[in-house]
């Protein structure tokens, strides 16, 4: 089935026009579950409940606050968070342009791929762009009431962009406390470099699903079609205290798989 676009923008920097169309590059593939009385399992939903009266609150009477560090509340009325909301636009302005590679994974956050939206000469000049200054722009726009700052890159010769974390979401590896323990010693780093050695493999993302959500349909498509289905939990080996018998256990693997 055909991508459908999520949101029409037109890149600009230097006076270029670029019209584009954003299409997610990933899709939530999670099972989604409807929720069902036990009784009777007719559907039920989720409802806002006064805590001293257990009665059910509509919407409309519901306000927010935000709880300070003293713990105050702040009440906010609707009106007052809208005026907050950045402009909306469809510019997705290019702030700067950067050597490719240079941001920390840590900030990578969604990944959109980007077509023509009519001007297909301009959208090929900008790979042409892209392509030959071997760079990536740093961007910025406003998608459906909210800001985002991301990286304009070419991924096999289609421009993206990666939407990325802001600076306070990101934490700092110096909140980590040092490790402790004893350094390993030689038989202990012989072992781990033998076990690296034979690990080493080129990524190929069609091997790694997502088991659970495989287990979840087989379980559901079982039921569908009436079967007795006895669910078997899958056991994982206990974690070894003793790092070399755990070594030498995980090449002992590692060599009967080779």
């Known amino acids: 089935m055909a991508a459908r676009a999520m949101w029409k923008g037109v890149i600009g920097f230097a006076g270029v026009q670029v019209p584009v169309k954003l299409y997610s590059a990933v899709q939530d593939r999670s099972v989604h579950f409807?929720?069902?009385?036990?009784?009777?399992?007719?559907?039920?939903?989720?409802?806002?409940?006064?805590?001293?009266?257990?009665?059910v609150v509509d919407y409309n009477a519901i306000q927010r606050a935000y709880r300070t560090e003293e713990g105050s509340l702040v009440v906010l009325d609707k009106d007052e968070l809208e005026a907050l909301e950045p402009e909306s636009s469809r510019e997705i302005e290019v702030i700067q342009f950067m050597p490719a590679q240079v941001i920390d994974h840590r900030w990578y956050d969604r990944p959109y791929y980007l077509g023509p939206d009519g001007s297909e000469e301009n959208y090929f000049a900008l790979i042409e762009a892209l392509s030959h200054s071997g760079k990536e722009g740093l961007a910025r726009w406003v998608m459906r009431k909210k800001a985002y700052i991301g990286a304009l890159r070419l991924h096999q010769g289609v421009p993206m962009l990666m939407s990325l974390r802001h600076d306070e979401q990101v934490v700092s590896i110096d909140a980590l406390?040092?490790?402790?323990?004893?350094?390993?010693?030689?038989?202990?780093?012989?072992?781990?470099?033998?076990?690296?050695?034979m690990l080493e493999a080129e990524f190929d993302p069609e091997e790694y699903h997502d088991?659970?959500?495989?287990?979840?349909?087989?379980?559901?498509?079982?039921?569908?079609?009436?079967?007795?289905?006895?669910?078997?939990?899958?056991?994982?080996?206990?974690?070894?205290?003793?790092?070399?018998?755990?070594?030498?256990?995980?090449?002992?693997?590692e060599r009967k798989r080779a």
């Open 34 to 55: 409807r929720l069902l009385h036990e009784k009777d399992r007719s559907p039920v939903k989720q409802a806002m409940v006064n805590p001293e009266t257990d009665e």
């Open 177 to 197: 406390a040092p490790p402790g323990g004893k350094p390993l010693d030689k038989k202990e780093l012989d072992m781990a470099q033998q076990l690296i050695g």
């Open 211 to 253: 088991e659970y959500r495989a287990r979840v349909m087989e379980l559901i498509e079982a039921k569908q079609r009436g079967e007795s289905v006895k669910v078997t939990p899958i056991r994982r080996p206990k974690p070894s205290d003793d790092l070399s018998q755990a070594l030498e256990a995980s090449l002992k693997k």
